[in-house]
């Protein structure tokens, strides 16, 4: 690993001010990615700014839903009584990803910033356009049974790998970062960006910013959740697809519902489309199957994970059938 130097700070304008004054600077907090890509050569900044003794891990309502610190730990989160009451597929989520030991370290705003976990880009002896821009993409062609079946592009077909935001998509959560220039708002579904030309940038983050608090609107009606997650073993597993539910339904019929999928994408999915095809109308099996159909319709496979083109409808359907079997109303 190349030697780096390390700095904890003890406010936000300090740790903005440390990042911002050297270029290869990177915050650490839980570490649970960041410290493996160091590790095997993928990343390599020059200084660590060490950000986890700054107040930032509340867990806490507001007027208006709820405000998640981004430095409250994953499992902190996931168990947390008021998450759990008001926003069930946020916990479902982050009980569905990594092992009770990674969710104990991870931070939510570290969950954020993780990054794909495409074999080639952390063998560091193969061509990878995300870690090394202009060198090509060996899942193009290669092993990618994991890999993207939407917005991908010919640079990069990477996926992200987050469970918990494909909730907070799903939820319309909104981010809250505090950088040079002082302080904004991003909605959820626009921090992660599609590969494109540059798919070594996966976020909308301006250099020196930090995530400061991730707010999520209550929604007390979207009472039926579920997030179903498809992967090679029962946990510790990435998705293969996952789908995060959540509806609203009376006397059958769904008045309200959010979609988002994980597994599919360079960022959690929301699957706009079938949420309008499906607001009004009963909740029955075949308007689920035409919401999956309206779905799939752009989605592309690249070769070995042709399975997805079946199993990712098959998984919204599933996905909106338990929602609506174990929900609350
Ligand atoms: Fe790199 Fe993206 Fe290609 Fe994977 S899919 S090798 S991350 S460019």
Known sequence: ??????????????????????KTAMFLAGGTNLVDLMKSGVTSPDRLVDITRLPMADIALTKTGIRIGALAKNTAVAEHAEVIKHFPLLSQALKAGAS??????????????????????????????????????????????????????????AVHPSDMCVALTALDAVVTVQGPKGERKIPFGDFHRLPGTTPEIDNTLQRGELIMAV????QQE??????????????????????GAALSVSSNNITDVRLAM???????????????????????????????????????SQGANEFKLTLAPNSIVEALKLAVANGNN
């Open 100 to 157: 009770p030991q990674l969710r104990n370290m991870a931070t939510v705003g570290g969950n954020m910033m993780q990054r794909t976990r495409c074999h080639y880009f952390y063998d560091t002896a193969m061509p990878c356009n995300k870690r090394q821009p202009g060198s090509g993409c060996g899942a193009i062609g290669g092993f990618n049974r994991m890999h993207a079946i939407f917005g991908a592009s010919e640079q990069c077909i």
């Open 222 to 243: 979207l009472t039926k959740t579920h997030y179903l997650k498809v992967r090679d073993r029962a946990s510790y597993a990435f998705a293969l697809v996952s789908v």
């Open 262 to 300: 994980g597994g599919v994408a360079h960022k959690p999915w929301r699957l706009k489309e079938a949420e309008a095809f499906l607001k009004g109308k009963p909740a029955t099996e075949d308007n689920f199957r035409e919401a999956a159909r309206l779905t799939m319709a752009s989605a592309k």
């Open 1 to 22: 690993m190349k030697q780096f130097s390390y700095v904890r700070v003890t406010s936000s304008a300090s740790a903005i001010a440390a990042i911002s004054k050297d």
């Open 215 to 218: 707010d999520i609107p209550y």
